[in-house]
């Protein structure tokens, strides 16, 4: 998973690739606890390379933005697919998230990052 941070916005994009099963979200966890740790408070996961989402795992994002939240920050989804926008439907969690159709759209809705700092976040 690749993890591009901005310190001075304080935005952080993951790239999650394949099935977000249990390991991959106990990285991701790990990822998101030390970012908030440092001071992050705008997460985007950007899944345009995720195929599958546990239900498990999709706990364990709600529990990541929960956290964020009580920091004043929040955890959006980017790039769903129908089928993972459909997952979300069917668990009653997708009005939890912000969802956006791209990483540039969420980079500017949540922050209103310049053109500089969108580049570089949504390469």
Do not use: Y
Request: hydrophobic share 50%.
């Amino acid at each position: 998973m690749q993890v591009r941070w901005s310190e001075p916005h304080r935005v952080a994009v993951l790239d999650p690739q394949g099935d977000l099963g249990i390991r991959t979200m106990v990285e991701m966890k790990n990822a998101i606890a030390s970012l908030l740790r440092d001071g992050c408070r705008t997460l985007i996961v950007d899944c345009r390379g995720v195929q599958r989402l546990e239900a498990m795992s999709l706990g364990v994002l709600v529990e990541r933005l929960c956290r964020a939240r009580e920091l004043s920050g929040t955890l959006a989804l980017a790039h769903l697919n129908e089928d993972l926008a459909a997952r979300l439907r069917e668990l009653r969690v997708h009005s939890l998230f912000p969802i956006f159709e791209s990483v540039p759209a969420a980079l500017q809705g949540l922050v209103g990052a310049d053109s500089e700092a969108v580049a570089s976040l949504a390469a």
